[in-house]
């Protein structure tokens, strides 16, 4: 059991130096140093907008304006070059590693439920010992 904790270790360091992963790390830093304000109203606006939700929804007075807020905080965000990039890499680098994730199961056993290309586990199946 040791020695397959200290090969994930060596695979989680691997996937550390991965060049998207040092990529991701510095937009990440660079965006929250270069974007404080945009992501504080984003924040604000989905604080409100989650508050108005759990309070009466759709029913609620505030409903509209919450709505309209947090999607226009949320548009200026993510318009940044640097934020959809990073979303762009988020999303190989978790495809990447889903992919792995399911050479290494189908390894073991074909029964055993991974994440589709969606991230999402289906139901059904599960591993037999026959």
Known sequence: MTEIILQAYIVLDELKQDPMFT??????????????????????????????????G??????????????????????????????????????DINAYLKTMTDTVSTHIKTPNKLGIVQKGGSCHVR
């Open 23 to 56: 990529e991701m790390k510095a937009l990440d830093l660079y965006i929250m140093n270069t974007y404080q304000e945009e992501i504080k109203v984003f924040q604000n606006a989905k604080h409100i907008y989650d508050d108005v939700m759990a309070t009466g």
């Open 58 to 95: 759709t029913y609620h007075p505030d409903f509209k304006k919450a709505v309209k807020d947090f999607s226009e905080a949320k548009a200026t965000l993510y318009a940044k070059p640097e934020v959809s990039r990073y979303f762009q890499l988020e999303k190989s680098f978790q495809d």
